[in-house]
């Protein structure tokens, strides 16, 4: 039905007004109104529940172009007699604000009706990812070993055979009774610089057959050396 695109009589008015293209500040009366009520006959016939607010409105304006048909009221001195037509001018301004901002607002993108809102899952670890050490990290950390050993070196000269393959089980075997152990405990200073040298040897060929994984937790913390996912199998 034709009045089912508008909103209200104000919309109807505001749609003749602007189709004519007549000056809202100055309506022709006699023209709005006859188009008006021509609107209004076509539906009257049809629906006349639906057609009654925009009756009263056909009522405001015949009332308005009547009241500009009679002489005007007398005012004061030097004060223009108020224009019938000021109040109607009024509210289809402001209708016309409010619908032109409404159309704004209907203009931005709506989340459900122009776009949908992306989702992925990620799936994540239980266990906490730690950082890996960097060779500074081991380098600091031998230095305070080394620090160590001088202080408590003897000076027994001795002679001894040190196996790597055999110092990789020893430190296989401490992880394995006990599965997170701090870097300086694997070191045994009372063997001397040479006994941690090999030491430091087997730990290195350990991480590089993953083995064993060397973890700290921020910068500046204590280095750990856990059983790596590839001794873990061999299990």
């Known amino acids: 039905m034709f009045l089912d695109a508008f909103e209200g009589p ?8 602007r189709k004519q293209n007549f000056n809202i500040l100055d309506i022709p009366m006699a023209a709005v109104t006859r188009q008006y009520l021509a609107y209004i006959e076509q539906i009257r016939s049809h629906n006349l529940e639906l057609a009654a607010e925009y ?11 009547s009241r500009i048909l009679l002489p005007p009221k007398k005012t004061a001195v030097d004060q223009e007699p108020e224009d019938p037509r000021a109040e109607l001018a009024r509210r289809l301004l402001e209708y016309e604000q409010i619908k032109l901002a409404a159309a704004r607002l209907d203009a931005v993108p709506q989340l459900g009706r122009d776009f949908l809102a992306a989702r992925i899952y990620v799936e994540q ?24 050993a001088q202080i408590l070196q003897r000076h ?7 196996s790597v393959r055999e110092h990789m089980g020893m430190i296989l075997k401490t992880l394995r009774t006990r599965p997170v152990s701090i870097f300086e405990d694997l070191f045994d200073v009372a ?19 993953k083995l064993v994984q060397v973890v700290q937790a921020e ?8 059983l790596g996912m590839t001794a873990t199998a061999s299990d």
């Not at 906490?128 to 160590?148: F, H, I, K």
């Open 55 to 65: 009756l009263v409105m056909a009522a405001m304006l015949i009332e308005i172009k």
């Open 191 to 209: 063997h001397g610089v040479q006994g941690m040298v090999v030491t430091l040897m087997a730990l290195l060929e350990l991480s590089r057959e």
């Open 125 to 148: 670890a239980m266990a906490p990812r730690l950082p890996e050490v960097t060779p500074l990290d081991l380098q600091d950390a031998w230095a305070g070993l080394m620090r160590r």
């Open 10 to 17: 104000l919309d109807l008015l505001l749609y003749v007004i």
């Open 156 to 162: 027994t000269i001795t002679r001894a055979t040190l």
């Open 219 to 226: 910068a500046y913390a204590p280095i750990y050396v856990h």
